[in-house]
């Protein structure tokens, strides 16, 4: 069966997460996207994990669905037809591990998936004398990452371990300022356990073939989404038996007939992706950081280094090598913010949104608007501006001013006057 997966996003019991986080509407957005498989979240989270358990049943293949699935209150929501079957649920959650190691603050971040209750329960039984699970969605515990694997390892060892977002600066495996130079630098013994890695929205699979100790690791994209319209915008494309065993063994065997692709940001839209001081509106190359001696020339204080920097570091291939063998991935922009610029709007203002569930009503889900349909019928839908939006996409042509110390990067698929400022930003033509 093919599908699309998005393994990790938050409920409205995380730090900065919309309320409308919760289940039905959840299932009710992937289905607009047309996600299949979508991430619980947060299952250590008691209230949440009580509203799981109180929502959701088992199918008897490791996956969930609704019980009885609510009417939706959203305007765009209410009249969109839904079923239980359309959308499946994975038993998931991120944690947040900060501790010390080797004299040096570490701060990482993991998604941990679960096949069924009893796992989730074992897994909460233990950290909940760890920690104060309690006070957030993603909780933050004051243990080696390499324990908790342990940990998992011994209690559920069917449960996937997902280092998460691997590169980002502050909370990842590799981050700049938190990480480490290595896989087993982190989790040692217990290396063995972990066989996928989550590259995060500023970094694509591309990047990540750049270091050849990663290539025995299946890598998988995920939208980390704090508000249900932002589920999908990363996302793993599997043909597989539905189920949590043939889910695990796509990405064990990384085989590409069921491992079929990864969904992804153009990585220089990611937060992190070039260095930076937000503050100063200062962006730079990892070339012009070193230049700079890694101190911002506004303020003087030290730059956030970004993601294609710390790839740099760390690569031992030069860009652009040959690997065929690997899963193939395809650079997207979400719907909306094609619509938006095709329209000179922003991509949350009603008239947007409008548009956007006019399409979708039309033509039946995000992805294969932005994947599958002919542009020749996405043509016939006015305004035509949206259908060479999407073409142009689909070509990689963007011009796009990179991410930086926690600001997107801006995407722009048509030409238009801009100041001289922002013109030198777009550094990057595909």
């Known amino acids: 069966m093919k599908y699309i997966a998005d393994l990790h996003i938050h409920s409205k019991f995380s730090r900065a997460t919309s309320r409308e986080m919760t289940l039905d509407t959840l299932a009710h957005w992937a289905k607009v996207k047309g996600i299949s498989l979508l991430a619980t979240s947060d299952f250590t989270h008691p209230e949440w994990l009580f509203l799981i358990k109180e929502k959701l049943e088992p199918k008897g293949n490791g996956f969930f669905r609704l019980k009885n699935p609510l009417p939706q209150d959203n305007e765009y929501l209410k009249n969109f037809s839904f079923s239980p079957e359309d959308v499946s649920f994975i038993l998931s959650t991120e944690i947040s591990f900060i501790y010390s190691k080797k004299e040096k603050v570490r701060k990482i971040h993991i998604v941990l998936l679960a096949p069924d209750f009893e796992s989730v329960d074992k897994i909460n039984n233990k950290l909940s004398g760890l920690g104060n699970v309690r006070s957030d969605g993603r909780p933050i515990l004051g243990m080696d990452a390499k324990k908790f694997v342990k940990i998992v390892a011994e209690l559920c060892p069917e449960c996937v371990v997902i280092p998460s977002h691997i590169w980002t600066p502050w909370f990842s495996l590799f981050g700049a300022n938190s990480g480490f130079d290595s896989i087993e630098e982190c989790f040692e013994e217990m290396t063995p356990f972990i ?179 002919p542009i020749s019928e996405l043509s016939r839908f006015n305004p035509e501006k949206i259908s060479a939006g999407v073409e142009r996409m689909r070509n990689g042509e963007v011009k796009i001013v990179p991410g930086h110390d926690g600001c997107y990067g801006k995407i722009s698929l048509f030409e238009k006057e801009t100041d001289t400022e922002e013109a030198e930003g777009q550094l990057k033509l595909f």
Not at 208 to 220: E, G, I, P, Q, T
Not at 230 to 237: L, T
Not at 324 to 336: D, G, Q, V
Request: proline share 4%; hydrophobic share 35%; net charge negative.
């Open 195 to 373: 066989f996928a890695l989550e590259t995060g929205l500023s970094s694509d699979p591309a990047m990540n073939w750049r270091l050849s100790s990663l290539d025995k690791y299946a890598l998988v994209s995920n939208s980390d989404a704090h508000s249900p319209s932002k589920i999908g915008r990363e996302a793993n494309v599997f043909d597989t038996e539905f189920s949590f065993k043939g889910l695990v063994d796509a990405l064990k065997s990384k085989d590409p007939e069921k491992f079929r692709s990864t969904i992804e940001f153009y990585p220089e839209e990611g937060k992190y992706h070039y260095d930076g001081h937000r503050k100063c509106g200062i962006i730079l190359s990892p070339k012009e950081t070193i230049q700079h001696k890694y101190i911002c020339p506004q303020c003087g204080k030290k730059v956030t280094v970004g993601v294609l920097h710390r790839v740099e570091e760390l690569a031992d291939r030069e860009e652009g090598s040959n690997l065929s063998s690997r899963i193939p991935f395809k650079n997207l922009i979400p719907l909306s913010e094609v619509i938006a610029e095709a329209v000179q709007k922003s991509a949350d203002c009603k008239s947007v949104r409008d548009i956007y569930f006019r399409l979708i009503h039309e033509f039946g889900s995000e992805h294969k608007i932005l994947t599958e349909l």
